[in-house]
C-alpha cells in the first residue's frame, strides 16, 4: 500500500511512520508526503529519508484547494492518506475519493476536544485525563469512525508541555500500529462513531 502523509508541522508523527515503515511488516511504504506549510520541519524530515514532497498552496477555499490535493497527488499512485498533524480541514472531494482511506490522528479522546487546541483545551476544562484518538476521516471535523484510543492522563502540575509530550508518545505507538493494521487488513473498527 502506498501511502500520502500530510503534515503542516513538526512531523514527529511522520518520523514515528517512517522508522515504522522500515520494518518488513508494516504492509505500506510512504511514497509521499505533503505539507500545506513550505517551512513544515516534517517536509525535511521526509527529504532526510529520501521520500518525495510536495507543498499545497492551501486558501480559504476549502473545495478548490482539496481538488488542488488532488490534483498533486494523482501521479503518485496514492492508496490511502494518513493526516499526521495536518491542520487543514479536507474538501468532500478528498472524502468521495478516499472512503475510510483517510486516517487522522488528534490529541484527545474524541468526541471530547476537537479541533486545533485539543491539548490546552483539556487543560483549561482541568479534566482528569485526555488522549489520542486514531479515526477514518468524513465529512465532518474530527469526526468518523474511531479505529483506537487511548487515555493519557493529566497529571497534578502539568504544563501544555508536559503533557504534550506524554500525549505525543502515545500517538507515536498508536498511529504507526492502527496503519499497520490498516494496510495488513487487519483493523478492527470500534463500533462507535464520534458525534
Ligand atoms: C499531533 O499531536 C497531532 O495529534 C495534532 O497535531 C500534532 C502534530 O504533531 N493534530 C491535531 O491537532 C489535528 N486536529 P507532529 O507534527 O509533531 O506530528
Redesign the pocket.
Known sequence: MNLAVL????????QALIDASHAPDFGARIGLVVSDRRDAF?LERARTAGISTEVIEWSSDRDASTLRLLELIRTHDVDALV?????RILGASAIDRFPNRII????SLLPEF???D?IGMALAAEAEATG?TVHFVDEQV?HGPILAQERVPILPGDTRDSL?AR??AV?HELLPRVVSDFANGRLRRRQQVVS
Request: proline residues 7%; glycine residues 18%.
Open positions: 503534515v503542516s508541522g513538526n512531523g514527529t508523527n511522520l516534517g493526516l499526521a498533524g495536518f491542520m487522522n490522528v488528534h490529541p476537537p479541533g486545533r485539543a489520542v474530527d504534550a500525549i505525543h500517538e
